[in-house]
């Protein structure tokens, strides 16, 4: 028969620190959370063999009494609360009292501490089950935590750690994540007597450019919405700077990191209309909001919270983040540059193989954009500006007016792929299909939205041959098809006859279009494909319609695009998240021909 009997309290906190202290980064996170609600101003991190050996951390935080080392590293101790009402509006980074307590159960540890107002520090060690009494201690000031030979007492589970460079690797995260959230202290890594990363305390921009570097911070927007008592800033990376992984995924709530599946869900929906397929989104943002509105009592490494209003936050923190990511090229963004342009990333495209070199009329513009139709009848829709520049003359305007462009002038085509055009920078190479695919697209949207999607009747119908499912659709959702531009009757059993489209894909290929804008119906449902899927289908619409590869343009015409694009939100990716053009500096343009050497 069993008998029920307390466990000893040793054992007690080596049962915790299964939870708490996984890994020497995980003994780190704490530490440094403690000397962050410490008020510190400067902190130091020394680490030996990945962390395994060796994690210590000096603060010049307000430190610890004499009479106070030995409560702090019994379990439940702490300065941070005291009662009910204050775990639910915690304003600190730690609050459970449990941390070293744990820590000191799997390693030896000193901790050694000064208060302001007493005459030296005192410290104490902890060796197993052993514990020192408190003695007189150089320390200056603030907290020292040396933690040595962790998981030394339970060879089992110190067989679980990986190799030094993977330890080091999942401290230097943490510390990245702690430096993130704090840009007014002041952090000095160390690694085997080497500094890693010396960051001085400065600006929430500063602090970024130094963890994450200047590429992140040149390729990226910044954030910064307010709503009632909720304030969302910092930045997130334009789509061309997306990751293969989740590397560079940083959102603090209330100076705490968090990873969290209402946030992430709202970060992804944000960014699904200008991701490329796999890639993942890069972002630095700070969530300040009402300590009493978000639970982090959740799970003891205090990465997961519970938001009181969640649906309202997950709306702000979508628009907030879409806002960001839609606004138009401006004179002062800068774009990354490639050093030498057969380095430009090349995409699939997905494109016919048929070729027109026929230089097309000049009411190809017209086409272009649906305005031989007035195909949008807000104003807004048609605000693009034909540059004056002819076929017959190619130079671009001078340099004042270029100012105004931050996309340029066009100068020709590459291949019948790329426009090449010409700004104050350097040289603009433009994906014309992926840039047009992108305008299409969002006229669309704002068409569909507006419900004024205009139609194009056909001067003869285009009839082919359809399946009975595809018959069966035409008849179900005449409706749908209505709002999406289409027109299309069933002729027999086996054929349709589609008699308009949208205005702006009367140049597709009409039966390519209603082959792919039925299959759309077959997956999803009229309900879906009005709301949930709405942007798929539109993208669809907009790809069909968007100018092919090898269909060659006037000057006019490339121009007439990049002016488009300039008042186009997300004009810099299409619609797969492909970036649609790149800049090359004439400074970098110089260096490949060793201009001034």
């Keep these: ?236 990376a334009l789509p061309a700077y997306a990751r293969s992984s989740r590397d560079t995924q940083y959102f603090f709530v209330n100076g705490r990191f968090v990873s969290d599946k209402l946030i992430s869900h709202a970060l992804r929906e944000a960014y699904r209309d200008v991701l490329h397929l796999d890639r993942h989104a890069a972002f630095v943002l700070f969530l300040d909001i009402d300590p009493e509105s978000v639970d982090v009592n959740v799970h003891p490494t205090k990465t997961e919270v519970r938001f009181r209003e969640s649906r309202a936050l997950h709306q702000f923190i979508f628009h907030a983040i879409n806002k960001a990511l839609a606004a138009p090229h401006r004179e002062t963004e800068t774009r990354p540059s490639a050093p030498v342009i057969a380095s430009f990333p090349s995409y699939p495209r997905g494109e016919p193989a048929s070729v027109n070199t026929v230089a097309q009329p000049a009411g190809f513009y017209g086409t272009l954009f649906g305005r031989e139709t007035n195909a949008y009848a807000p104003a807004q829709l048609n605000t693009a500006t034909v540059s004056s520049t002819t076929s017959t003359n190619p130079l671009p305007p001078m340099e004042d007016k270029q100012d105004s462009h931050p996309l340029g002038f066009a100068l020709g085509q590459l291949h019948g792929i790329y426009i090449l055009a010409q700004n104050t920078r350097g040289l603009v190479v433009v994906d014309m299909h992926a840039a047009h695919e992108r305008i299409m697209y969002e006229k669309l949207k704002i068409a569909l939205d507006l419900q004024i999607m205009p139609m194009q009747p056909l001067l003869i119908p285009v009839t082919f041959h359809a399946d009975s499912l595809e018959i069966a659709l035409v008849e179900e959702n005449q409706a749908t098809l209505d709002r999406l531009g289409f027109e299309i009757a069933v002729l027999s059993p086996t054929a349709l006859a589609v008699r308009a489209v949208p205005a702006t894909l009367q140049e597709a290929d009409i039966v390519q279009l209603t082959h792919d804008i039925l299959n759309e119906l077959r997956e999803y449902g009229a309900s ?69 050497k």
């Design 1 to 236: 028969m069993t008998t029920i009997k307390p466990l000893p309290e040793l054992l007690i906190n080596q049962i915790a620190a299964g939870e708490v202290v996984e890994r020497p980064a995980s003994a780190l996170k704490e530490i440094l959370e403690n000397s962050v609600d410490a008020g510190a101003k400067k902190i130091t991190v020394q680490l030996q063999q990945g962390g395994v050996k060796q994690v210590r951390v000096m603060d010049d935080g307000i430190g610890i009494a004499k009479d106070e080392l030995l409560l702090a590293l019994t379990r439940h101790s702490t300065s941070k609360i005291s009662t009910l009402e204050d775990l639910h509006k915690i304003t600190s980074l730690g609050f459970r009292g449990e941390a070293l307590a744990s820590i000191a159960a799997v390693a030896r540890l000193t901790l050694a501490s000064r208060k302001a107002e007493q005459d030296h520090a005192w410290q104490l060690h902890v060796d197993g089950k052993s514990i020192s009494q408190p003695e007189p201690s150089p320390l200056a000031s603030g907290t020292m935590l040396d933690v040595n030979d962790l998981y030394f007492n339970i060879p089992a589970r110190r067989k679980f750690l990986k190799s030094e460079t993977t330890e080091f690797a999942h401290c230097d995260e943490i510390f990245k994540r702690i430096a993130l959230a704090r840009a007014d202290i002041e952090f000095v890594l160390h690694h085997n007597g080497k500094v890693r990363r010396q960051l001085r305390a400065g600006s929430s921009a500063q602090r970024i450019q130094s963890v994450l570097g200047e590429e992140f911070s040149q390729t990226s927007a910044i954030v910064d919405e307010q709503s009632a008592d909720i304030h969302l800033h910092g930045m997130v």
């Design 528 to 596: 879906q494909i009005l709301t949930a899927k709405r942007n798929e289908i539109l993208a669809t619409m907009a790809c069909h319609g968007a100018i092919r590869a090898n269909r060659r343009l006037t000057i006019e015409e490339m121009n007439a695009l990049l002016r488009e694009m300039e008042i186009t939100e997300r004009a810099d990716q299409c619609n797969h998240g492909r970036p649609t053009w790149f800049e090359t500096s004439l400074a970098d343009l110089d260096k490949l021909f060793m201009r001034g």
